[in-house]
């Protein structure tokens, strides 16, 4: 019995020494402290990931290829979990989501530095430009406009931005291989297409100095086509550029095709 | 008399078991999360199963005949993990070797240790031919076990005999700690799995209840484990583990040796990992497996080797799959 004792006396001085853990603030100053975010974003046809010339089908029936997938994101804002939010500068605040630019992975990354400490839950951003940041003239875009003439992201600067541009091809029971072309934004300043979108993040995003945490965005473009409205190629919607109808349904529909799959704190 | 005596060591070891549960609880109240350091795709998932897990009980602690040894272990488990979101996104291969020194040693009658000290060679290959190899010292694991061995009825109560006659069943309860004797790195870099590790950088404490029944023809060994998985210093903290195991075994015995070959099934069941008091989506999972092998004895020597195929599984929602195992093994009876 006495080494029984001993045995089991020893494994659980063991258990009490292994485990008891340093003590460590609950509460963390995150004063001054600055930290990166990269938004990783994830373009996918339900759940297949995006694919170049891979043929797919809306919910019309009508098949469709895409060559072109990009589009603008703005004023990125972070919301922490005591309510406050944390806004990107506003002149870095603007990006461009090209599918040509992805990874391996097929995926887009957007990375935030020097953004406040802080433990976030959610992200809002809008879809292309607001009418403040075209208001302020194309001095005021700074390089951003060269950019985004370079991606073929610009119409004319009366016109304004493309918000969204989806080129490639598609195929319905009358017409084949014919082009598609969605190249939705705002129009001037006559129609206003810009829409934001918040999301909430699975599981607190914790921005710190040495850490460089990444947020999985899953964009469906299936969603552009059928979102809250289901459109037919067919029908008016295989060339969207400056119709206020049809740019504003593809808007809606635009702004509707995020959500955040999952989050990595690094 | 017997049995008070045996009712005795039981509560015993049920109230150091218990007390040992509490002692892990206490600290686990006051969870220091603040950081930890990690980059996975799919999803943050660092599957234990993976790289870390082959101390598992599912593997087994020890021989058929639950005898005292040491020897050399060389496990092959191979996987495949989806590399993205997406039902179409890429996967990647995993194999990992395992070399194990363990061994059983017996502290007296009733009273023994299993050690167990792997080496691991991780190797993963992504779709595109881009490989990782990660190798080194794994997670190393000591048991502390006592064995309850039952005695068959004394027919004569008159008879004083000094030796018992064995049932052939007994129970064994374990209790011991894997310890981070493997290195948990951080991220390599954004493609690595941190499931790819090595270790798990936490303590975990193991508890362990089997039963074992041995005659000259046949014999079943059935085991349970569970695994109190401690936080590591990346303040990241595995789900908790239940693995189980039986096996069937029977004995053909030839002149110069025996040949046992078994037939049973394992399976482990893994609760969701907890980061910064959150536990994240899909890092749960469970698996079932059949294995089949068999033990030759030849004079001091056990070789052995056995075959796992999953039956069912469901890891990590659906991300991380389990293909198959491998093990062999020589053991020197001591």
Redesign the interface.
């Known amino acids: ?1 006495k ?3 001993y ?2 006396g ?3 001085s ?3 020494a ?9 509460m ?1 100053d995150l004063t001054g402290q600055t930290g990166s975010l990269i938004l990783k974003f ?1 373009n ?1 046809i339900g ?3 995006f694919i170049f010339g891979t043929t797919y089908t809306n919910f019309k029936g009508e098949t469709y290829q895409l060559e072109t997938l990009k589009y603008l994101i703005s004023n990125v804002r972070l919301t922490d979990n005591q309510g406050n939010t944390y806004t990107y500068p506003e002149e870095e605040n603007i990006f461009i989501v090209s599918e040509a630019n992805g990874n ?3 995926e887009i990354y957007i990375t935030l530095n020097n953004i406040d400490a802080a433990n976030y839950t959610h992200v809002t951003f809008g879809i292309g430009v607001d009418q403040e940041r075209y208001a302020s003239g194309a001095d005021g875009q700074g390089d951003f406009l060269t950019t985004a003439q370079d991606e073929g992201m610009m119409w004319s600067w009366a016109t304004g931005y493309r918000f969204m541009r989806l080129d490639g091809t598609y195929s319905s029971p009358t017409k084949t291989n014919a082009a598609l072309n969605i190249h939705m934004g705002s129009v001037g300043t006559s129609v206003d297409n810009y829409k934001e979108t918040t999301l909430a993040f ?3 995003v ?1 921005v ?1 100095e ?3 945490p ?1 947020v ?1 965005i ?1 964009a469906d473009i299936a969603q552009v086509f059928d979102g809250l409205t289901s459109v037919s190629f067919d029908a008016g919607y295989a060339q969207v550029h400056t119709d206020e109808i049809t740019t504003g349904v593809i808007a809606t529909n635009m702004s509707g095709i995020f959500s955040v ?6 | 008399m017997k049995d008070s005596q045996n009712f005795n060591k039981i509560s015993l070891f049920v109230i150091a078991f218990i007390m040992n549960i509490h002692a892990i609880k206490a600290t686990e109240i006051d969870p220091p999360f603040d950081t930890y350091k990690h980059v996975f795709e799919p999803f943050g998932v660092t599957c234990d199963l993976c790289g870390c897990s082959t101390s598992s009980g599912s593997f087994g602690f020890g021989t058929l005949s639950n005898s005292n040894f040491v020897g050399i272990r060389y496990i092959y488990q191979s996987f495949e993990s989806k590399d993205g979101i997406f039902s179409n996104s890429p996967t990647t291969k995993e194999t990992f070797n395992t070399y194990q020194l363990w061994a059983q040693l017996p502290i007296n009658d009733v009273f023994y240790l299993s050690l167990n000290v792997p080496y691991q060679d991780l190797n993963r290959a992504y779709e595109n031919g881009y490989k990782e190899n990660l190798n080194g010292l794994g997670d190393s694991s000591i048991m502390g076990w006592y064995k309850l061995q039952f005695y068959k009825k004394e027919s004569d109560s008159l008879t004083f005999s000094t030796e018992r006659m064995a049932s052939g069943h007994s129970l064994q309860f374990g209790v011991g700690v894997k310890l981070p004797t493997g290195k948990f790195e951080e991220a390599l870099a954004d493609n690595v799995n941190p499931g790819f590790q090595v270790g798990t950088g936490s303590v975990d404490g193991v508890f362990a209840i089997g039963y074992n029944y041995g005659s000259n023809k046949f014999g079943v060994n059935t085991l349970m484990t569970y695994y109190l998985k401690g936080e590591n210093k990346n303040d990241y903290q595995f789900g908790n583990q239940f693995s189980y195991s039986t096996n069937f075994f029977t004995a053909f015995s030839k002149k110069n040796y025996n040949i046992m070959p078994f037939i049973g099934f394992s399976g482990d069941v893994y609760d969701k990992i907890t980061q910064y008091n959150e536990t994240l989506a899909d890092t749960d999972g469970k698996i079932l497996s059949g294995t089949i092998g068999s033990e030759v004895a030849i004079e001091k020597f056990i070789f052995g080797t056995n075959y796992t195929l999953p039956l069912s599984q469901n890891l990590f929602g659906g991300n991380v799959k389990s293909k198959n195992r491998f093990s062999i093994y020589v053991n020197f009876a001591l």
Do not use: W, Y
Request: charged content about 30%; overall charge negative; glycine content about 4%.
């Open positions: 019995m080494i029984l004792k045995t089991l020893l494994l659980l063991i258990f009490i292994s485990c008891s853990s340093d003590d460590h603030d609950t963390e994830d996918g759940n297949q990931d391996a992975a097929g699975p599981n607190e914790l710190r040495a850490k460089e990444s999985h899953k799959h999952h989050v990595h704190n690094d």
